[in-house]
């Protein structure tokens, strides 16, 4: 949990054919990345920590519709940052693949 959201899946396509067992925060730089637009807090969030951690996304798509951003990354338009919680019926039908970001700024926190 990072403050209120909880932002703890980098999913993407099988279809592109990366699959990773975690990905480095800064690792996000060399993904075409499909984002909901600014101010979505997970958003903000997200680049507030590309920005401490001193890269750019590329952020290619803003989309605010997550089954929107769900079939552009399935059509293999790009990669995409969700709550492990927005996909688990892509998960348990093998249409995903689910990475989890290795940084501290994502690790889930207790109150």
Known sequence: MCGRFSVNAWCWSD??????????????????????????????????VAAQSGFHLNVIFDVDSVSLTKRMVAEGMGYSILARAAVPEDIAQGAWWVTRLNDRAFAPRSR
């Open 15 to 48: 279809r592109l054919g990366r699959r990773r067992k975690s990905v480095r925060i800064m690792g996000l730089a060399d993904f075409p990345l499909i984002l909901p637009g600014l101010p979505h807090s997970n958003r903000r969030l997200i680049e507030q």
